[in-house]
């Protein structure tokens, strides 16, 4: 059983930017792909972006995101973080992280393991 747990959630104007991080209880980190999702509140669970498994070379992002959100990992600290910037109050949301071994780049529903969440409120 894979734990995650994310950070870094807060409060920030429009405009601003936040990290977030997500540690994984696995030694074998590398071996899985790691993904960022958000649900707001009234609203389904959406995805945001996606990092390849091992050395994370390739990424995927939602179009509402990209150009603005940037997923990278760190196998040493078997850590994902997702870099936030210009954020929108539409980017108001829980932010969850999710792992899956060996899976899809692409592959939105194929996730294994669910951290808990995170809370990111952008202000107007």
């Known amino acids: 059983q894979v734990q995650l747990v994310e950070s870094g959630g807060g409060l920030v104007q429009a405009g601003g930017s936040l990290r977030l991080s997500c540690a994984a209880s696995e030694r074998t980190f590398s071996g899985y792909v790691m993904g960022w999702f958000r649900q707001a509140p009234g609203k389904e669970r959406e995805f945001v972006a996606a990092?390849?498994?091992?050395?994370?070379?390739?990424?995927y992002y939602a179009d509402s995101v990209k150009g603005r959100f940037t997923i990278s990992r760190d196998n040493a600290k078997n850590t994902v973080y997702l870099q936030m910037s210009s954020l929108k109050p539409e980017d108001t949301a829980v932010y969850y992280c999710?792992?899956?071994?060996?899976?899809?780049?692409?592959?939105?529903?194929?996730?294994?393991?669910w951290g808990q969440g995170t809370q990111v409120t952008v202000s107007s």
């Open positions: 999710a792992a899956t071994p060996r899976g899809s780049l692409y592959g939105k529903d194929q996730y294994r393991y």
């Open positions: 990092i390849s498994w091992s050395s994370g070379d390739r990424t």
